[in-house]
């Protein structure tokens, strides 16, 4: 897709002036689906082969304001793969025994293992994020953290891991509406916290923060992009295709058949 919504490294991500409806090649929502049904039957085809290699693996690490839309990208992006082989871990504020460890314990252990897709939902970022804007520690703790990114993404790699870094764009008007629907909908009432008001009332302090972040943490070796969240299709679109140029960069291979295996007859 050529790397339209990628944040250059070295450049400021800008992410309050990208775009947050539009940006992928797709003729309106219906056209967006069957190029979505298209890049998950090459995904499945790639994680068949990744497993099958199980030499390497993917970290997807998903970020996004509240109702940025993680879950539901998790969703639609990942039907249609085998559940053996994927692993999503999500992020909450750390519990006391996750606390008594440095803040990368808990997410070095729930990395993929080799041939796995790991999907973070959230992920150490909030260990910046949340840490910053919540005052959790004082700015010598978090400002030093993404250097921390940088260089333990950097060991991931080296050992094999594709790390894709998505942060999902949503505008605040947008915001607004997916809350007003987790008040009204008693299908989504079970989503609605009444702290999420208080981040909104921040909403550009936090984009602000994610912006810091964000230029700081995109690397030649594990990227950020910014992804249009306003609409369900296009998100899954970009971000399904963002994935699979991933894999296909990664390229795994089946292992060679073992000595003997060629043209033998089963009895
Ligand atoms: P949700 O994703 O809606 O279930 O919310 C998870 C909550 O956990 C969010 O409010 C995050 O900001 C918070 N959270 C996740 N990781 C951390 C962290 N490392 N430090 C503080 N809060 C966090
Ligand atoms: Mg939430």
Known sequence: MDGRFLVEPGQRARIARRDTRD???????????????EVQAKLAGLHNRLWAEATRSALLILQGLDASGKDGVIRSVFTGLNPQGVRVVSFKAPTSNERAHDYLWRVHKALPVRGEIGIFNRSHYEDYVAVRMLGLAPKEVWGRRPGHFREWERMLVDEGTAVVKVFLNVSKDEQRRRLQERVDDPAKRWKFRAEDLEVRKRFDDYLQAWDDVITETSTEWAPWH???????WVKALAVA??????LERLDPRMP???DGIEGLTIE
């Open 23 to 37: 940006g992928v090649d797709a003729d309106g929502k219906e056209d967006g689906h069957r190029q979505l049904a």
């Open 256 to 258: 060679p058949p073992a």
């Open 241 to 246: 295709e963002i994935l699979c140029e991933a």
């Open 226 to 232: 910014v992804v249009p969240a306003d609409r369900n």
